[in-house]
């Protein structure tokens, strides 16, 4: 497991911020396959607007722009 890998050597502050990039990068790949598999499902068979059936790829777009907006703060913080 990657937990039992013995950790290369930094400061605390720079481990903390490697962490949470890691942990952004891996929430927007699976944001990303998610946004994949509903474009395949929409291909096969297009939502039904009136139905209120596009809820959840709201929900899901927000999530994505809230990640990449989490990100671009890291970025900032990390090399401002």
Same mark, same amino acid.
């Given at each position: 497991?990657?937990?039992e890998k013995p950790m290369i050597?930094?400061?605390v502050?720079?481990?903390n911020a490697d962490i949470l990039e890691t942990v952004s990068r891996l929430e927007e790949r699976s944001l990303r396959t998610l946004k994949t598999e509903e474009a395949k499902r929409f291909?096969?068979?297009p939502p039904d607007l009136e139905s209120g059936e596009n809820h959840a790829?709201?929900?899901l777009n927000e999530q994505? #722009? #809230?990640n990449e907006g989490l990100r671009r703060g890291q970025a900032q913080g990390i090399s401002g």
């Amino acid at each position: 497991m990657l937990f039992e890998k013995p950790m290369i050597q930094s400061d605390v502050s720079r481990r903390n911020a490697d962490i949470l990039e890691t942990v952004s990068r891996l929430e927007e790949r699976s944001l990303r396959t998610l946004k994949t598999e509903e474009a395949k499902r929409f291909s096969e068979t297009p939502p039904d607007l009136e139905s209120g059936e596009n809820h959840a790829v709201l929900q899901l777009n927000e999530q994505i #722009k #809230k990640n990449e907006g989490l990100r671009r703060g890291q970025a900032q913080g990390i090399s401002g």
